[in-house]
């Protein structure tokens, strides 16, 4: 079974954010050593980033962090809160055999969340990252971490991974 990592929103003006239960710069850390780490073992990883519909000028920080993505990356721009719907997203993934996803990244109630509950209509089975993501609000975060990922798949730590 072929696993990938999608990384979600990694962007400097989601980054930037006053999130909790952590900051936008210790989730692209760990975000970051995961991605290395699926790389080694010549596993996909998807970057995901959003843009604004019908907006002719993105605002700044809408592109990826620098240095996040590499040539071996599969790049996903999405137009709405999940990374599926509209992207080509599960034909990429069928094509490369992956079966299994890890989700991390930003933020958790919102792209995150969205993004797996639709993997898990695709029929992926799905991991979750909790160190390697966070929320608007620490209690939000924890509530999905601890009530809703469960029920979709397993929750794990960046250690695990690594």
């Known amino acids: 079974?072929?696993?990938?990592?999608?990384?979600?929103?990694?962007?400097?003006?989601?980054?930037?954010?006053?999130?909790?239960?952590?900051?936008?710069?210790?989730?692209?850390?760990?975000?970051?050593?995961?991605?290395?780490?699926?790389?080694?073992?010549?596993?996909?990883?998807?970057?995901?980033?959003?843009?604004?519909?019908?907006?002719?000028?993105?605002?700044?920080?809408?592109?990826?962090?620098?240095?996040?993505?590499?040539?071996?990356?599969?790049?996903?721009?999405?137009r709405t809160i999940g990374a599926f719907y509209g992207t080509g997203l599960d034909e990429s993934l069928r094509k490369l055999g992956v079966e299994n996803l890890v989700i991390a990244g930003l933020v958790t109630t919102m792209g995150v969340e969205s993004t797996a509950r639709a993997a898990a209509d695709h029929g992926y089975e799905v991991e979750f990252v909790a160190d390697a993501m966070s929320g608007l609000a620490a209690d939000e975060h924890e509530f999905a971490v601890e009530r809703i990922f469960p029920r979709f798949g397993e929750v794990r730590h960046t250690a695990d991974y690594i």
């Not at 999130?19 to 050593?33: H, I, Q, T």
């Open 1 to 78: 079974m072929t696993t990938a990592l999608i990384l979600v929103d990694l962007m400097p003006r989601i980054i930037a954010l006053p999130l909790a239960p952590y900051s936008g710069d210790e989730v692209l850390a760990r975000c970051r050593e995961l991605a290395e780490s699926f790389r080694a073992s010549r596993r996909p990883v998807v970057q995901v980033r959003v843009e604004r519909p019908n907006v002719a000028e993105q605002p700044p920080g809408s592109d990826f962090t620098e240095g996040l993505v590499h040539d071996s990356d599969l790049v996903v721009v999405k």
